[in-house]
């Protein structure tokens, strides 16, 4: 399984940014998606997860309300739409697939990680 994270970058505090993960092969339309953060401080720290129909959403507490994540099966992508951006949340940011349709903030419920996108967000 291949999974493709992209769409980060540098943002001022307060402005948004739009990441994906696109898998290619199908392979995590059944499973739940999860995008977690990593920074030298704090390693693969959950953001949240959606269900395999995209019918459950689980945040971190320290996201919620600022972030979405939503799916599109069509397209077999995971976004995450982050709002109101804060340079605490300047971190790596990773998806993984889960082993079974729903997951939560466990590490050990994913075992496919995609490489990084870089999210710098500026005071």
């Known amino acids: 399984v291949q999974l493709q994270a992209s769409g980060g970058g540098l943002v001022q505090a307060g402005g948004s940014l739009r990441l994906s993960c696109a898998e290619s092969k199908r392979t995590f339309s059944n499973n739940a998606v999860a995008w977690f953060r990593r920074t030298p401080e704090k390693e693969r720290e959950f953001v949240g997860c959606?269900?395999?129909?995209?019918?459950?959403?689980i945040y971190a507490d320290a996201v919620k309300g600022r972030f979405t994540i939503s799916r599109d099966r069509a397209k077999n992508t995971v976004d995450l739409q982050m709002n109101s951006l804060k340079p605490e949340d300047t971190a790596a940011y990773y998806c993984a697939v889960a082993r079974g349709p729903y997951s939560g903030a466990s590490v050990t419920s994913y075992h496919y990680w995609g490489q990084g996108t870089q999210v710098t967000v500026s005071s």
């Open positions: 959606i269900s395999w129909r995209g019918d459950s959403t």
